[in-house]
Each structure stands twice: as structure tokens, then as C-alpha cells.
């Protein structure tokens, strides 16, 4: 499994919806809801966001939500605000106990 | 509250060895597997190996096989990654996350420790 291709970089307004994709293959992101989100700010920790391609974790807000479609999976993120900006990652599992991440997409908030 | 603390990072000469410990608790360790995760500097994440719950099964990245061995002490809740031969490209920040089984069967990283930094170099 090779890593998962992600834009370099999104930006959005405020209050506007931005989308984030992660691109696999078929034995990866094609293959079922394998793929999580993740949301890492400057110097933190990396932070859940979705996981089984659309669903969230408690606490998670509802303004983040993922997809899929083919290959390609999608986090897209609606009424933007400033605490969104960050880096974002994708993540297929693979099976056995194998994972593979995205090379990350910094969100600006313009 | 799930909480996990990483410590052992450091300074190391290339060819060198070095342990992880990750503390863990707010959770039945045992209950969990567990997994590293790494991050070179201004670089993206990489998954790097993870264990079972009882510890009987362990999986690693091919760029460490053979010189990393991750380990879990369950009575004292605590999750180790020993390093050894280590080369300039582990330079890395290193976290703990703890793995969940979701209701589809699909494991992701729930929560996360807030890293150790790995520098390898002369």
C-alpha cells in the first residue's frame, strides 16, 4: 500500500463548507468504511474526527462530516470557522493490524 | 478520561537504541489494543507498529522490522516501543494512540498521547 494522496493545502471563508479528499485504491479506501480523519493543530496531538468513513465521536462536532465515493474518501467541513484551521490526515486500515495515512492537507481559514 | 503520556525520547547517536514507555489510564488497558504512530519533523504521520490487547500479537512497518519491538505491561498499564540500530530517518515525534474496534469491524486511533520527540543524530 502506497500513501494516500491528499491536497497540499485548502482554504475557505468563514461560515463557508470546504471539502478534503484522500484518494486510494481499491484494496484501501475503495475497499468498505475503512478510512478515518484526523485533525492536528500546531504542536498537538492528532485528534479523531470520523471514523468508518461517516461517523463521529462523541464530542466531535457535527460540522465535520465524511464520505466516500469509489477511491476517493471526503471529509468536508461546513460553517468554517477559525478553530478549524489545522492540519488534516487521512487514514486507511489496511487489515492485519496495518494502516496507512494521507500526506496531510493544512485547512486556511482566510 | 482517557489519558496517555509518552516519555523516553531523547538524543541519540545513529546506531543507538532507545525505549518508549507510554502510561496509560481512564480505560481497561487490557480491554484495547494499542499502536505508535510517528511524525518527522514538518512531515506527515506514520504508522509504525501496534499490539493486541494481550500482547500476543504485534505488527510492524517494513522500515522497522527487525529493530523496533513494541511491548505492553498490563498489570502496570503501561506501553513500551524499544528501538534499536537507529538510523537519522526515525528522527520522528512519536505517539501512543489507543485503538477501537468500531461497530462495522473497522479499527481506528481513538485518542492519542501528546509525543515523544526521537532525535537521532551525531
Known amino acids: 500500500h502506497s500513501a494516500l494522496t491528499q491536497p497540499a493545502s485548502v482554504s475557505g471563508s468563514p461560515g463557508q463548507s470546504i471539502t478534503i479528499s484522500c484518494t486510494g485504491t481499491s484494496s484501501d479506501v475503495g475497499s468498505y468504511n475503512l478510512v478515518s480523519w484526523y485533525q492536528q493543530h500546531p504542536g498537538k496531538a492528532p485528534k479523531l474526527m470520523t471514523y468508518?468513513?461517516?461517523k463521529r465521536p462523541s464530542g466531535a462536532s457535527n460540522r465535520f462530516s465524511g464520505s466516500k465515493s469509489g477511491n476517493t474518501a471526503s471529509l468536508t467541513i461546513s460553517g468554517l470557522q477559525a478553530e478549524d484551521e489545522a492540519d488534516y490526515y487521512c487514514c486507511s486500515y489496511t487489515g492485519n493490524s496495518n494502516w496507512i495515512f494521507g500526506g496531510g492537507t493544512k485547512v486556511t481559514v482566510l | 478520561e482517557v489519558q496517555l503520556l509518552e516519555s523516553g525520547g531523547g538524543l541519540v547517536q545513529p546506531g543507538g537504541s532507545l525505549r518508549l514507555s507510554c502510561a496509560t489510564s481512564g480505560f481497561t488497558f487490557n480491554n484495547y489494543a494499542m499502536s505508535w504512530v510517528r511524525q518527522a519533523p514538518g512531515k506527515g504521520l506514520e504508522w509504525v507498529s501496534a499490539?493486541?490487547?494481550?500482547?500476543?500479537?504485534?505488527e510492524y512497518i517494513d522500515s522497522v522490522k527487525g529493530r523496533f519491538t513494541i511491548s505492553r505491561d498490563i498489570s502496570g498499564n503501561t506501553l513500551y516501543l524499544q528501538m534499536t540500530s537507529l538510523r537519522a530517518e526515525d528522527t520522528a515525534e512519536y505517539y501512543c494512540?489507543?485503538?477501537?474496534?468500531?461497530?462495522?469491524?473497522?479499527?481506528?486511533?481513538?485518542?492519542w498521547g501528546q509525543g515523544t520527540l526521537v532525535t537521532v543524530s551525531s
Open positions: 468508518e468513513g461517516s
Open positions: 494512540a489507543k485503538i477501537s474496534l468500531g461497530m462495522s469491524g473497522i479499527f481506528y486511533f481513538d485518542s
Open positions: 499490539i493486541s490487547g494481550s500482547g500476543r500479537s504485534t
